[in-house]
């Protein structure tokens, strides 16, 4: 019996010391300055960039006016038309190039900067069109 007795008194000791252990360490975190919020960034808002784009048809140029939507298509030899860009803003449409006969002519689109990647890209190695939204 006086061993039961005992082992019951050293098991509540334990608990009885944990117990404190912890309300210590509860007590000093709760003194502790709290840590600073982590402040997440806000996303990047997609920056809007001017891309010069050479159209194929001049004449079409010449129709569209600043603030118009547009859409772009590549035209490649021995492939189907694919759309570069969709719902384009014009920027400006520069004065007609002098002395420029089947060239095309320029006009300024304001759109997403990898967007603006894909029409450099699509200018290169194709032929590009538009139409207006």
């Known amino acids: 019996m006086r061993r039961k007795r005992r082992l019951a008194s050293a098991g509540l000791a334990v608990v009885a010391g944990a117990l404190a252990v912890g309300g210590t360490e509860a007590q000093a975190s709760r003194d502790a300055p709290a840590p600073a919020p982590v402040v997440k960034p ?22 569209l006016r600043p603030g118009d939507r547009v859409d772009v298509v590549a035209a490649e030899r ?3 038309p694919r759309v570069v860009a969709t719902g384009a803003r014009v920027a400006g449409v520069p004065a007609a190039e002098a002395g420029v006969g089947d060239g095309g002519a320029l006009v300024v689109l304001s759109v997403p900067r990898d967007t603006a990647r894909a029409l450099v890209g699509a ?3 194709a032929r590009l069109a538009v139409t207006v939204c």
Do not use: E, K, T
């Not at 808002?45 to 001017?50: I, Y």
């Not at 891309?51 to 010449?62: E, L, M, Q, Y």
């Open 78 to 80: 021995g492939g189907p």
């Open 123 to 125: 200018g290169a190695v």
């Open 42 to 63: 806000a996303p990047a808002a997609v920056p809007m960039v001017s891309a010069p784009v050479r159209i194929a048809d001049a004449g079409a140029v010449r129709l």
